[in-house]
């Protein structure tokens, strides 16, 4: 599982809308983006952690963790994108430590984080399983591995709602609020068909952690799942 060979499209599309992006997710996620990532690491992320936020794009989700925390937390930003990196001036007062790579190969000793957020960025995972064990191996004894996400539902008749959405609604959402550049997102139903329903990554994710707290909104379209090694 994971997108493999179309891996490389993906990424050239997140390269061209770096200048929409924040915009058209708030507007594809019908507004709830920051309420899933708050209600994603709320209590996972303690005040005195080092995090690491993978696949962080901008660096949403861990903001939000260091507004939860008033500040008081270590930040790493890692991305397979140089310019997403270099657009996080704006979220951070200071510029935390960044790094570049990919989920498959992070380049970090074992146990050196207290948790890993990743925030609408698995999905872009080339293979999950061993993006999964990656995320496993640096975190600490008792880490948390915090995924805010689309969701895949388990029943066909909702499943079918949110593919619906993703195919025929999504894209003029993301025209209006992202013009031209708005039509790439049509990309990420290509991710989410390669996604695994929920209970599958649930499992999937059970496969290495020892717990997991599975999370959802919009009729299981959205998850907000927190693994514990």
């Known amino acids: 599982m994971g997108l493999g060979s179309y891996w490389g499209e ?50 949403n989700m861990s903001k939000t963790a260091y507004e939860q925390c008033n500040g008081d937390i270590s930040i790493t930003l890692y991305d397979p994108l140089v310019p997403m990196l270099k657009n996080t001036g704006t979220y951070f007062e200071k510029f935390p430590d960044m790094a570049n790579g990919v989920f498959e190969h992070i380049p970090f000793k074992e146990t050196q984080f207290d ?21 496993h191996r640096v975190l600490k004894k ?16 909702i499943r079918f709602g949110v593919s619906f959405y993703l195919r025929a609604i999504l894209p003029i959402l ?9 039509l790439k997102f049509a990309t990420l139903y290509g991710t989410y068909k390669r996604w695994p329903k929920n209970k599958k990554l649930e499992e999937l994710l059970l496969e290495k952690f020892s717990r997991v707290e599975f999370e959802k909104d919009l009729m299981g379209g959205a998850i907000m799942v927190a693994a514990y090694k």
């Open 10 to 59: 993906v990424i050239e599309v997140l390269r061209e809308i770096i200048p929409v992006y924040d915009k058209v997710n708030s507007y594809i996620s019908l507004g709830k983006d920051k309420e899933h990532r708050n209600r994603g690491i709320r209590g996972r992320v303690l005040p005195g952690n080092k995090i690491l936020d993978a696949g962080s794009g901008f660096g």
């Open 115 to 135: 948790a890993v957020l990743c925030g609408y960025s698995l999905r872009d995972a080339i293979n999950l399983r061993i993006a999964i064990s990656e995320i």
């Open 142 to 157: 008792d880490g948390r591995f915090v995924i805010v996400d689309l969701g895949k539902p388990d029943e066909s008749l």
């Open 174 to 182: 993301a025209l209006i609020a992202g013009g031209r550049l708005g």
